[in-house]
């Protein structure tokens, strides 16, 4: 007799289903569940990351190949760069994170780098929960202690009811039994600053860690060991200038980490998400075009301009938010602004009086805004389309 499914097994298959059942899952990542976290109101993200589809893959597929992601160029220079700051047991590595983030405790002469190796990413994350549990209680009973490095361990992150497998760059544990996460990067550091875009995203992306860091420890701390900390200041390493020489920055990613944990609080469960679908859904990307684009339309999406830099379906989701008119195109900014107004067609309705309660502040504000714009017209002499201005030809030459 089978023995019945649970609930955490049919998820498993119902997920596998909706992948494709010959393509491989792909790992959800740090900087996947930041951008995840800034667009909490994505279903469609939420499902296909959940459930392990490619949409780079899926974007080609739909015929809006997405340009996000790194360059193989860029990848093999961050792996060179990383090699180099941790050759040596990570001599390098735990001088700056001594310098930078603790430097009033023991120099790390002689680290311990536990080896981390398991079967498949459960075996490694038990493995790297095994190896910070020896660290900080040795610690914990000899009082004091020398550096612990854990070479790229695998963390836990539950993520709208699924686990999403993590894996830092490095996490070092202090003397004092504390935890560190070290972010490892490819741009450089001129002068001792960094591109403050590309700082914001890493520093998203350390918070994520800092997050799966958290509940490593809440779990030790249930089975009675002493709590570890969990430090919120984390190292981002980066090439120097333009050498191939390391330096960091201290990082303080309270704010990230409060921001990400508030939104994956906010993530629906991905069986809601799934049990809401039609049977045979499905985004294997072989499948006939208009069957993977209305499997894809099946699942609400949330775009905005900012998925442009963080999403790989962003230039497919874009096309079709264009398409209904959706004011969210225009940025989450102008959406909140608009209140109830959620096409473009209907903003312009109420603008001109067509449609709308007066009384309404938005409908109000854009009645105003169109008869300034209509006084500022006549002034100029442009009382029709056909009056205004039109653009010269490319190479024209005013006379």
């Known amino acids: 007799m089978p023995l019945p499914r649970t609930r955490g097994t049919a998820l498993r298959l119902r997920l596998a289903e909706l992948r494709g059942p010959s393509v491989p899952p792909k790992a959800l990542d740090a900087r996947a569940l ?35 992601g790194q360059s193989q160029f860029a990848l093999a220079r961050g792996n060179t760069f990383e090699a180099r700051v941790k050759a040596d047991g990570g001599a390098e590595l735990l001088r700056l994170v001594h310098e930078k983030l603790d430097p009033g405790a023991v120099a790390p002469t002689d680290a311990e780098v536990p080896d981390l190796t398991a079967t498949g990413p459960e075996g490694r994350t038990a493995r790297t929960a095994l190896a910070l549990r020896d660290a900080t209680t040795a610690r914990a009973a000899s009082g004091t202690g020398g550096w612990t490095l854990l070479d790229h361990p695998m963390l836990a992150l539950d993520v709208a009811g699924s686990p999403a497998f993590l894996e830092p760059d490095a996490v070092v544990v202090h003397p004092d039994g504390s935890w560190s996460v070290v972010e490892i990067k490819s741009f450089p550091m001129l002068d001792g600053s960094a591109d403050p875009a590309k700082v914001g995203a890493a520093a998203r992306q350390a918070a994520v860690y800092v997050l799966a860091l958290e509940e490593v420890a809440a779990r030790l701390t249930q089975g009675g060991d002493p709590a570890p900390t969990v430090r919120h200041r984390v190292l981002l390493v980066c090439p120097k200038d333009f050498s191939n020489l390391a330096t960091a920055s201290a990082v303080d990613v309270r704010k990230q980490r409060a921001v990400t944990g508030r939104q994956l609080s906010r993530l629906t469960r991905i069986e809601d998400i799934a049990d809401a679908l039609p049977e ?66 209907d903003v312009l309705s109420a603008a001109h009086g067509r449609s709308g309660d007066p009384e309404d502040p938005t409908v109000a504000a854009l009645r105003r805004a169109a008869t300034l714009r209509a006084e500022a017209l006549r002034g100029a002499g442009l009382t029709s389309p056909e009056r205004q201005p039109q653009p010269r030809p490319e190479g024209a030459v005013c006379r």
């Open 280 to 345: 045979g859904i499905c985004f294997a990307p072989d499948l006939p075009s208009a069957e993977l684009t209305a499997a894809v339309e099946s699942v609400p999406a949330e775009y905005a301009p900012e998925c442009l830099s963080a999403c790989e379906l962003a230039f497919h989701c874009r096309d079709r938010a264009r398409a209904r008119g959706a004011v969210t195109s225009l940025g989450r900014s102008v959406r909140a602004e608009l209140g109830a107004l959620t096409t473009v067609d």
């Open 34 to 68: 930041a951008a995840l976290a800034a667009n909490p109101g994505c279903r469609r993200r939420a499902i296909l990351d959940g459930a392990g589809v490619n949409k780079a893959t899926l974007a080609s597929a739909l015929g809006s190949p997405s340009a996000f």
